[in-house]
T-cell receptor, first 113, second 115 residues
């Protein structure tokens, strides 16, 4: 079935380190791909998205490229800040007979000053 | 301000006592959905609605009911809550029927504890 797999956390980095959070998916058809971020005590908010193969989504210094050949959508940032500490969710969206949005299990990121 | 409003934010109840978690959006969105968030499992969809009077089961609908009588409201009903429904619940909405291409707007969450 359709699914999203992302790297388990927690991930702990020092400020200004390079970040990669891996995400791979399994889907029939051509899904849209998303990264959502959840700050402590809040709901999820969209960080970036890509709707077709080779698209690159970017926002707030984060980037992810839709790789159809490897069914991946890895999240990267060149220099993380303490304020990036949050839980990150990879998700895919499918539309056939119904709208279906499937989330990964989330990766907790902690940044040390 | 565009927002999804859930109430209450925190709720403690006992097994079997019916409860309703309300969700309202002010963006005229057609698509609305309920999720539960559990450690290690991420977000799992409970029910969703693509328009007024149109609702469908998600991945974990057992023990829950929903209704969509008006476009802006999508309440989640637990007729007889059980301890395994203790979780963090989120309501979300999106514009258009092709919600899978569109951004989801989330409420702030409802932390439910069933004793």
């Amino acid at each position: 079935g359709d699914s999203v797999t992302q790297m388990e956390g927690p991930v702990t980095l020092s400020e200004e380190a390079f970040l990669t959070i891996n995400c791979t998916y399994t889907a029939t058809g051509y899904p849209s791909l998303f990264w959502y971020v959840q700050y402590p005590g809040e709901g999820l908010q969209l960080l970036l998205k890509a709707t077709k193969a080779d698209d690159k989504g970017s926002n707030k210094g984060f980037e992810a490229t839709y790789r159809k050949e490897t069914t991946s959508f890895h999240l990267e940032k060149g220099s993380v800040q303490v304020s990036d500490s949050a839980v990150y969710f990879c998700a895919l969206g499918l539309y056939s007979s119904a709208s279906k949005i499937i989330f990964g299990s989330g990766t907790r990121l902690s940044i040390r000053p | 301000e565009a927002q999804v409003t859930q109430n209450p934010r925190y709720l403690i109840t006992v097994t079997g006592k019916k409860l309703t978690v309300t969700c309202s959006q002010n963006m005229n969105h057609e698509y609305m959905s309920w999720y539960r968030q559990d450690p290690g499992l991420g977000l799992r969809q409970i029910y969703y609605s693509m328009n007024v009077e149109v609702t469908d089961k998600g991945d974990v609908p057992e023990g829950y009911k929903v209704s969509r009588k008006e476009k802006r409201n999508f309440p989640l009903i637990l007729e007889s809550p059980s301890p395994n429904q203790t979780s963090l619940y989120f309501c979300a909405s999106s514009s258009g029927l092709r919600a899978t291409n569109e951004k989801l707007f989330f409420g702030s969450g409802t932390q439910l504890s069933v004793l």
